[in-house]
């Protein structure tokens, strides 16, 4: 019989497509954010052995007991809050992730949204395209000497560290999960998130979305921020209350924000659309070419193992 998966959100790259195909397996694949009817529709039809989640609103219950032969589901990157993992579980479903294939592209975004806000580039393109030019309205900054404080010290992190370091940046990281080994001499472990956001110059999120990093950064915490300070959030939207961090850069509490993930994607006539000192791009700080295609190579690489059950490193599950 053969094994059939089903990719809800738009293909794969074509390395991993192939390593499917060459190892027999059936590939269907739905248009990015497909309706749920539609979905549903495939899966019944089709029964797959596995679910390759990519651009979707939700895959919920109905979609992960419709497919009787259904075995793993696998997030084409990583974070799962477009996939209720607690139905999944309470099915025997396992969720896998495909950790760090993105990391570098995310981290590298991150270090562009920090040097936009820092060298003011936004504002000085805007000027010449209005026919306007004069140096006395440049307002940027060295990151030579600044300090960058990271919230969550991953392996993006840990990257961004690795890239921030050379520049001259001072880093520290907040993240009470990760082990002291994993903090080099480069690199100051910050006690508490309050004394990270008072004291750096760029904070930058590398969170995962959690019921505990929801809303992580508030009111409160972004009154702990200097006036001077950019705040960056490469993680998801939901990590940043948004309403308080407009409510901040329309007053100037804070410097400015860079940001790729939002708490409705996509926003619908946000007021950070008329805000001067906000970078915006559209969450796809992990959808480069290269990333895609190391993406793509991961999530087959392991939907092939687990069918063929082979072990997988246990860093790539998700946990309710």
């Not at 006036?227 to 804070?254: K, S």
């Amino acid at each position: 019989m053969t094994t059939t998966i089903v990719t809800v959100g738009g293909r794969m790259a074509a390395e991993g497509l192939a390593m499917l195909e060459n190892a027999g397996v059936e590939c269907i694949t739905t248009e990015a954010y497909p309706r749920k009817s539609e979905v549903l529709e495939l899966i019944e039809r089709h029964q797959p052995a596995a679910l390759v989640i990519r651009l979707v609103e939700m895959v919920d219950a109905d979609m992960l007991a419709a497919s009787r032969n259904l075995k793993i589901v696998a997030k084409h990157g990583v974070g799962t809050n477009d996939i209720d993992v607690a139905a999944a579980k309470a099915l025997g479903i396992p969720v896998i992730m495909a950790t760090g294939a993105n990391a570098h592209s995310v981290a590298e975004h991150a270090l562009g949204l920090i040097l936009a806000l820092a060298k003011d580039f936004l504002r000085q393109d805007g000027h010449i395209r209005h026919g306007l030019w004069d140096k006395k309205l440049y307002a940027g900054r060295e990151l030579r000497g600044q300090k960058i404080g990271l919230v969550g010290f991953g392996l993006i992190g840990q990257i961004l560290a690795r890239m921030a370091a050379p520049i001259g940046m001072q880093v520290s990281a907040y993240d009470p999960f990760v082990p002291d080994e994993a903090f080099g001499g480069a690199v100051t472990r910050v006690g508490s998130l309050d004394m990270l956001l008072a004291e750096s110059d760029v904070v930058s999120l590398h969170c995962p979305l959690t019921e505990g990093t929801r809303g992580l950064i508030g009111a409160r915490e972004i009154g702990l921020m200097k006036p001077t300070a950019f705040l960056v959030n490469t993680a998801r939207g939901e990590v940043v209350d948004e309403p308080a961090l407009i409510a901040a850069l329309q007053v100037n509490h804070i410097a400015g924000a860079g940001l790729d993930s939002f708490a409705e994607e996509p926003p619908v006539a946000s007021p950070l659309w008329q805000l001067p000192n906000v970078v915006l791009t559209p969450h796809v700080a992990g959808v480069t070419e290269d990333a895609r295609r190391a993406v793509s190579i991961m999530t087959a690489g392991n939907v092939l193992a687990f069918l063929r059950g082979e072990p997988l490193a246990h860093n790539l599950y998700a946990r309710v």
